[in-house]
Every structure is written in structure tokens, then in C-alpha cells.
């Protein structure tokens, strides 16, 4: 079984007897020594795997974790011992391990971790012109009877996004953060990988359903309003630090919904707030990995703006720009490999946009970075949502935004070296003078995208263009050589 599949009544594990079933997991070479991953993500899959694997151990069953050059190696090695079983699993997680391991002969089991099966969604793909996300996730409330009644969206709406866009309040107590406790084995393996144990993530099953019931009691009912705040005041505000668990298998979506949903019936969270995070779990959640495998393994190579600039070097060094806002948000992905999806997609990855990044080198660093970035994650999101770079399949325009935005959302311009309000200059806001510049650039591509329009009426009416695309080959120069 895979490191994403650390479930006992799920895939594989829901029909495995201990008395004839041996359960195999492979901790792969390759997998991780083969990329500059972040130390708290291999942290946190090895030892949540190790944690599973003495769990199951407790259940009677014979388990071995095997450490093997590929996860072939590590296979061929379990048949040596076991003889020539047939091998069990559950759909693999990405298009190369599917792949690699139904060559190798690997029998599949739908992977349930999700509410919507890969062929379900690929029934529901068929029949749109446009895959767009709102869409599904109607679909999927009225499919799974979730905030429905008599047919209608519960509180009158099926989205509340309009009461979820506050800027970062002012003399605001953040509630404390849940600190897990951590064991003998979660300490072996943070000092293999180098990672420094602060108990913000859980490698248990019990410590993923703590963290799921103190979000629920603690920071549900606040999630909605500033979920697309940024500030340095705190760096998870109301958000739930659940994704790792939902992606490696500790959680499951329907026993994260349960209770969030319960809370709403109860009256202890607005619906504004509970609306807000089931669509996370049922729509985009469940509409990413739909898209990655409706989508096809060719997708990742997308690159419809043609860009091919080298990854800043700001990416791997925070200390590498003078932008407070990305420094902030940079320093905080190397502390711990996570910060919410605001920063990841106005900060990051508008920068990796309007920079002209190449989508693939975005997409490494992502995947290499992020505690819950699986393949599946990290694609669509990367190349159709963050760098536009599939031509508009998954979004009908580019998420690009100047220092306007990031003033109005976040707290970091007020002590920034850069103003906000200006394009040009040697303070101007690089955003803002990246983001006309981009619009420059592919102006000709966005011209029949009806959405596009009213920036680029914007475009036209700036009387100091010429002097904007001279500023913004400086800031390029500049971001590239880590002084900007």
C-alpha cells in the first residue's frame, strides 16, 4: 500500500484479513532522495507511515516496511519472501505510479478515499462544455444531501464567497493553535530528515481527529469571514490544518463534513463559515482530483503563455527580495511547509505568473514544498489555476493582481520598501508593475477572453506604459538576482 492510503476501512485495507493478508508499504529511495523535498513533509509522510504501520501491527496483521532502492525493488523483495502472491492496492495516487506499478502487475481497488470515483466524475466531465468548479460542487451537494433542503441551498445561497472577503482585522485575538504531542518515533525520524519538531502536525490517526475536533470547536465558526486574509500576525488564522490528513488517508472527507455540518445544525457556526469549507472538501477538493485524472498525464507539460523564465531566486532563499509580503509568506512555507490558499495563489503564485516563471518549474517547487502537495494536488492546481498555463480549460482568466489587492488584503505593505499605489518608480510595488506588464505582454491572447476585457480597457488608458515595461525588465532583473 501507498504512504497516501494510511486507511484501515478504506482501499485495499476495507475487505484485508490479518490471518491471510500481509500488508506491504515501501519507503522508496527514488521518492526521497530524488527531489529537494522539504524536511517537515518527509517528516510528516515517513512518520505518519511508521505510526500506521505499528497500528496495524496491533490489529493482528503482518506487516513489513520496507526501505528499497524503487517501490518495484521494494515488491520484489516482499515476494521473495512471501512467494509469489498476488499484489493488492488501491488505485495509485498519480499517473506514473499507476503506470509503473499495473506494469509490474498490481491488481487495483477503487481508491475511495474520495466522495466521487474517478469514472463518476469522468460521467460528470463528459457532459459540460466548460468544467467549471461551482458547477460541480452544486451537483455534488445535491448528490450527496449535504446543506440541501427540499432541494434549495441551505440559507438561501448555494455560496457565500461575497461574505468571506474581509481584509485582516484589527485587535483581533487569533484562538491558540492545537500543539501535538510528539513520540520516540516521530523524533527518530525528524532527526533523519532534519526537520525541528514544533507539534504543529500530528503523524497519528488520533492526533488527525484532535485536530479535526479542535478546528470544529475552536475555528469553524471564524474560517469564513477572513479565510482570504493574509497577516503577519498569525500564520494559520481560522484555517484547519486538515489537508495533510485528508491527503495521506488519516481523514476521510465524510467524517471531516459530519461534524462541521452538525455544528450549523446546532447553531455554533454561521453558515456563511460551514458553506465555506464544505466546498472546499466536496467541490474543490474533489473537483482537483477529477481534473487530474479527466485531464490526462500530458496536462502537466501545459504551457500556453510560453513562459520559460528560471524560478526567482526568492522561492528558495526568503531573504532573497525586498517584498514583504512574499518574503513573509516564503518564510513561513520554509518554517513548517504550509501556508494557506490565499498566500499560495495571490502571493506565490501571482509572482510565478506575472514573472513569467515556466509552470513546470512552479510545479516542482510546489510539490517539493508543500506538506499536502500529492501529484494530484499540485497539477491542475499549478497549470490550470496558478499559471493559466492549459489556455483557460480549469479557469475562464488569470488569477494576476497588482499591490492593489495585496494592500487591500493584507497587512504586510505598511512595512514593505515598495508602495503599493505606484507602478513606476524605484518604490513601485513590483506587483503592480508586473501585473501591467503582463497584460502587456499577452494582451493579443486575452483579446477574445470576455473576462479580460474591462483590464485590458485598463491597459490601454495608461499613459506611462513605456515607462512601465522599462521598470518592469528591471524589477525582472532585479528579482532574479535576489535584490528586488
Not at 383 to 390: E, L, P
Request: proline residues 5%; aromatic residues 10%; contains cysteine.
Amino acid at each position: 500500500m501507498a504512504h497516501d492510503h494510511l486507511n484501515l476501512t478504506r482501499g485495499a485495507l476495507k475487505t484485508a484479513n490479518p490471518a491471510t493478508d500481509a500488508v506491504v508499504l515501501v519507503e522508496s529511495q527514488r521518492m526521497i532522495e530524488g527531489r529537494n523535498w522539504h524536511p517537515a513533509r518527509l517528516f510528516f509522510l515517513i512518520s505518519s507511515a511508521r505510526h500506521f504501520v505499528a497500528e496495524l501491527e496491533t490489529k493482528g496483521f503482518t506487516v513489513r516496511y520496507l526501505q528499497a532502492p524503487t517501490t518495484v525493488d521494494g515488491l520484489d523483495a516482499a515476494r521473495a519472501e512471501f512467494g509469489p502472491l498476488p499484489v493488492v492496492a488501491a488505485e495509485a495516487s498519480s499517473h506514473r505510479q499507476l503506470a509503473q506499478l499495473s506494469a509490474y502487475g498490481v491488481t487495483w481497488v477503487e481508491n475511495d478515499l474520495f466522495l466521487t470515483s474517478r469514472r463518476h466524475f469522468g460521467m460528470w466531465a463528459e457532459t459540460q462544455k466548460t468544467f467549471v468548479m461551482e458547477n460541480f460542487y452544486r451537483a455534488q451537494r445535491v448528490r450527496l444531501g449535504l446543506l440541501v433542503e427540499n432541494g434549495k441551498p441551505a440559507g438561501g445561497s448555494w455560496n457565500y464567497d461575497a461574505d468571506n472577503r474581509l481584509p485582516p482585522p484589527k485587535h483581533y485575538s487569533w484562538p491558540e493553535r492545537l500543539v501535538h504531542q510528539q513520540d520516540d518515533l516521530d523524533r527518530a525520524v525528524a532527526e533523519r530528515f532534519g526537520y525541528q519538531l514544533d507539534g504543529t502536525w500530528a503523524t497519528t490517526r488520533e492526533g488527525a481527529l484532535a485536530q479535526l475536533d479542535y478546528f470544529v470547536e475552536h475555528h469553524l465558526a471564524g474560517f469564513g469571514p477572513y479565510e482570504d486574509a493574509i497577516t503577519s500576525e498569525d500564520w494559520s488564522l481560522h484555517h484547519s490544518l486538515l489537508s495533510p490528513y485528508l491527503n495521506n488517508g488519516l481523514l476521510h472527507a465524510d467524517e471531516v463534513i459530519k461534524p462541521v455540518i452538525r455544528a450549523y445544525a446546532e447553531g455554533k457556526a454561521p453558515i456563511a463559515s460551514v458553506e465555506a469549507f464544505v466546498r472546499q472538501v466536496i467541490g474543490w477538493r474533489e473537483y482537483i482530483n477529477g481534473m487530474y485524472w479527466y485531464l490526462g498525464e500530458g496536462y502537466r507539460e501545459g504551457n500556453g503563455l510560453n513562459a520559460t523564465g528560471a524560478l526567482p531566486p526568492v522561492f528558495n532563499d526568503s531573504t532573497k527580495t525586498k517584498m514583504r509580503c512574499v518574503q513573509q509568506v516564503v518564510a513561513d512555507v520554509e518554517a513548517r511547509a504550509w501556508t494557506h490558499h490565499i498566500p499560495r495563489l495571490m502571493v506565490l503564485s501571482n509572482l510565478a505568473l506575472i514573472t513569467g516563471t515556466n509552470p513546470q518549474a512552479f510545479l516542482d517547487w510546489m510539490r517539493e514544498q508543500f506538506i499536502d502537495a500529492s501529484e494530484w494536488v499540485m497539477v491542475p492546481n499549478v497549470i490550470g489555476m496558478a499559471t493559466h498555463a492549459d489556455g483557460g480549460k480549469l479557469m475562464t482568466k488569470p488569477y494576476a493582481a497588482g499591490g492593489a489587492y495585496l494592500n487591500r488584503m493584507t497587512i504586510h505593505c505598511k512595512s514593505c520598501a515598495y508602495d503599493p499605489k505606484l507602478r513606476v518608480g524605484d518604490n513601485a510595488c513590483p506587483f503592480s508593475t508586473l501585473y501591467w506588464d503582463f497584460l502587456a505582454r499577452h494582451q493579443e491572447a486575452f483579446a477574445k477572453n470576455h473576462r479580460m476585457q474591462q483590464q485590458l480597457q485598463g491597459l490601454k488608458r495608461l499613459t506611462d506604459l513605456p515607462e512601465l515595461r522599462v521598470r518592469a525588465r528591471e524589477v525582472l532583473d532585479g528579482l532574479a538576482a535576489g535584490t528586488i
